[in-house]
């Protein structure tokens, strides 16, 4: 069984075909569009006339608030580029009104608009919450050890130039834990030395 013809004839003979029949299309395409732009003439005489009229009066106050900031996430800073978002809660009153004196003797028209508005914003993904406020925890952390190494080294300088601060100064705290560390070695001699002794 020939699944193929290999035939160049076969092939040119399917190609005509093709051709002749992209052909007719092409001229059914240009008789349809001549026949649908031939000229339409119209019946009689034809006499259009509109004469609306509308007449309305109205009298339109607008008045708008505008809130801004409106729920806008809190957001803690913890240095270093850390940045936390928290949950917030907004109360926004407002009050407009005015007064009016009418020119008739009717009397006195005030008009009055207030209200409040209440927005709560909470953080959705409780994972890069949790997430900010560890590295928050840890970037407070680093911070309150580069605080006591500094302070400790600063202590230390002074006492290496033979300073210390006055005993009973406000800032004496500061320095009083800091320390050689021959001092100490010779204060655990010296216990050792007296507890050998009892």
Avoid at 15 to 40: D, E, G, Q, T, W
Avoid at 50 to 57: G, I, K, L, R
Avoid at 83 to 105: A, I, L, R, V, W
Wanted: some cysteine; overall charge positive; glycine content about 6%.
């Amino acid at each position: 069984m020939e699944l193929r013809n290999n035939n160049k004839s076969s092939r040119g003979s399917r190609a005509a075909r093709l051709h002749s029949k992209l052909h007719n299309k092409l001229y059914n395409y240009f008789a349809v569009c001549i026949l649908s732009v031939s000229p339409v003439l119209a019946e009689g005489d034809t006499n259009n006339s509109s004469n609306p009229v509308a007449a309305a009066t109205g009298n339109v106050t607008n008045q708008a608030v505008q809130f801004q900031n409106n729920g806008a996430p809190s957001r803690q800073s913890f240095g270093n580029n850390i940045s936390c978002n928290g949950s917030t809660m907004t109360f926004s009153p407002f009050y407009m009104g005015n007064d009016t004196e009418p020119q008739t003797e009717d009397g006195y028209v005030i008009s009055e608009n207030w209200g409040f508005q209440i927005n709560f914003s909470v953080p959705l993904n409780r994972d890069l919450t949790k997430q900010c406020e560890r590295m928050a925890e840890s970037q407070i952390n680093k911070n309150k050890l580069d605080f006591e190494l500094v302070r400790a080294l600063k202590c230390a300088e002074l006492q290496q130039k033979g300073f210390t601060l006055l005993p009973g100064s406000r800032v004496y705290h500061l320095c009083s834990d800091v320390v050689p560390i021959q001092s100490l070695l010779n204060k655990n001699v010296s216990n050792s030395k007296t507890t050998r002794s009892k």
